[in-house]
C-alpha cells in the first residue's frame, strides 16, 4: 500500500518517507481546533491521476483564449538513477494560453520562482513557451497530460513534465481573480491582503508584483514601487506588470487630477555607474508621503536595499552602508504603511554581515528617528488596509487591453462554436 500510495502522490514523500505538515500529526493542534483525526482511506478508494477531474486535464482542455491557469508538475521519469520524482517547481507553474492550434494548445511559460525568473534575460522570457497536446494523456501510463516546455531551441524541449493538477485562474482573465483574491483575504487574521499577498497560498508568485500595483489602484496602498532598470530584479518581466504600469501612465495623461492615481520615475546610480530606476505609483491623497522617501531626492528604489555597497570601501565604510541599509529599510517600510512587526522581521532575517546585535540597534535607530520625523514634520502615517482611498472607476478595468483582448478572443471562439460545418 505504500508503494502505491507514494506512486500515486510523490509530492507527499521525501527520501520514500511520508511527510505531511507537522500539524496533522500534532495531538494538542488537533485538539485545539477540533479537527478529529482523520482515518486512513483505503488506497482503493483514492482517486488515481488517471481521473480528469483531478489531474488537470478537464481544466486544460476548457481553457478559454488568454486564460491563465495554475498547473504543478513533475518529471515523467527521475533526473538521475533511483531518484524520487518530485514537483519541478513547487510552488507551481502559471501558464497563459495563447494558441489553440487543433489538439496542441500553446503557452506562455512564467515560473513562480524569483530567482529563475528576474535573473533571466529578457530574449529568454521571450523564448520561452510550452505546449501540451491534449491527447497526451491517452499515451501516458498514469494518464496525465504531458508538458514541454521549449527555450531558445524551438525543436530542442526541456525534460517532458506530467501535469497532477491545475487550477483555472479567473473565468477570462487573471485580473478578476487577484481582485477576487484580494476581496476574499482581505482582514483575515487580522491583516489586510494586501500586505500578505507574498504569503498568499492562493496567489501564485508570478501575480504578486501585479497585485501590488492593484493594491494601489483599488486604494489599499497609499504607494507601489516597480523597478524596471536594473540587471538581476526586473519586475516588469511577470504577467501584467508592464500593462497595469502603461494603464496607469495612459490614465493620468488623459485624465489629470481626475485620475487619482499619479507615478514617478526614481533613479538611483550605484558607486560603480550602475543606474536603477523605479516607476513609482501612489495616490494623489498620500502624494506627501513620497517626500518621506530615504534617501532624499527621487532616488528610493523598489529593490529597497540602498546604499549598495562601493566595492572597494574600507571595513568601517562596508559596515556603516550596511547598516544604513537596515535603518532606510525600516524608515521606508513605515512610509509605505506596513506593519511595524513585519518590517522587524524583514530585518532581523535580512541576510548581511551585520550581527543581529547590529540589526537591533538599527531597529531602534529607526524607531527613534521615525518618532522624531513625524513630530517634527507633522506628517500622518498610514497603514495599508482596504479603504484607505476610492478604487479606480470601472472604466479603467474594463479599458485594460488584457481584458478587451480576452473578450474578443472569446467572442471568436464562441462564434466559430457556432458555425454550421461546411459542406
Not at 14 to 40: D, F, H, M, S, V
Not at 248 to 274: H, M, N, W
Amino acid at each position: 500500500e505504500t508503494e502505491n500510495h507514494e506512486t500515486l502522490y510523490p509530492m507527499l514523500y521525501t527520501n520514500g518517507q511520508l511527510a505531511l505538515p507537522k500539524e496533522l500529526g500534532n495531538e494538542r493542534y488537533i485538539k485545539k481546533y477540533n479537527n478529529p483525526k482523520p482515518k486512513p482511506m483505503p488506497i482503493d478508494e483514492e482517486t488515481s491521476r488517471s481521473d480528469a477531474e483531478i489531474n488537470g486535464e478537464k481544466v486544460i482542455s476548457n481553457l478559454k483564449p488568454l486564460q491563465f491557469v495554475w498547473v504543478f508538475a513533475y518529471p515523467k521519469v527521475p533526473t538521475k538513477a533511483g531518484e524520487k520524482t518530485a514537483f519541478v517547481e513547487p510552488k507551481g507553474i502559471v501558464l497563459q494560453l495563447k494558441a489553440r492550434l487543433g489538439d496542441t494548445l500553446v503557452f506562455d511559460y512564467h515560473s513562480s520562482e524569483r530567482a529563475r525568473v528576474l535573473h533571466r534575460r529578457r530574449i529568454d522570457i521571450v523564448a520561452t513557451s510550452a505546449t501540451i497536446n491534449l491527447n497526451s494523456a491517452t499515451v501516458s501510463s498514469s494518464g496525465g497530460l504531458e508538458l514541454l516546455v521549449f527555450g531558445r531551441n524551438s525543436s530542442q524541449p526541456g525534460l517532458p513534465l506530467e501535469i497532477m493538477s491545475a487550477l483555472p485562474l479567473g473565468q477570462t482573465n487573471a485580473i478578476d481573480y487577484i481582485h477576487s483574491y484580494l476581496d476574499k483575504q482581505e482582514g483575515v487574521y487580522g491583516m489586510s491582503s494586501c500586505y500578505m499577498y507574498h504569503a498568499g497560498a492562493w496567489l501564485p508568485e508570478a501575480f504578486v508584483y501585479a497585485a501590488e500595483i492593484m493594491c494601489v489602484l483599488i486604494g489599499a496602498k497609499p504607494i507601489g514601487m516597480i523597478q524596471y532598470t536594473s540587471s538581476s530584479d526586473d519586475e516588469t518581466v511577470y504577467p501584467l506588470v508592464q500593462e497595469l504600469c502603461e494603464h496607469i501612465v495612459r490614465f493620468r495623461v488623459a485624465l489629470g487630477d481626475q485620475f487619482p492615481v499619479d507615478y514617478a520615475v526614481y533613479k538611483y546610480t550605484s558607486a560603480q555607474g550602475e543606474d536603477f530606476e523605479s516607476l513609482i505609483v501612489y495616490r494623489k491623497e498620500f502624494s506627501s508621503l513620497l517626500g518621506a522617501l530615504r534617501p532624499e531626492g527621487d532616488v528610493a528604489q523598489a529593490l529597497h536595499i540602498l546604499p549598495f555597497p562601493r566595492g572597494h570601501e574600507s571595513p568601517i565604510q562596508r559596515k556603516q552602508d550596511l547598516e544604513e541599509q537596515l535603518f532606510l529599510s525600516y524608515w521606508n517600510g513605515k512610509v509605505l504603511g506596513y506593519p511595524d512587526h513585519m518590517i522587524k522581521v524583514y530585518i532581523r532575517d535580512f541576510k548581511t554581515e551585520l550581527s543581529q546585535d547590529d540589526k537591533n540597534r538599527m531597529l531602534r535607530k529607526g524607531e527613534t528617528g521615525w518618532k522624531r520625523y513625524l513630530d517634527e514634520s507633522g506628517l500622518v502615517p498610514v497603514e495599508i488596509k482596504r479603504g484607505l482611498a476610492d478604487s479606480v472607476s470601472s472604466d479603467f478595468w474594463e479599458s485594460l487591453p488584457s481584458n478587451i483582448a480576452a473578450a474578443n478572443a472569446q467572442h471568436v471562439s464562441d462564434t466559430a462554436t457556432c458555425q454550421a460545418p461546411p459542406n
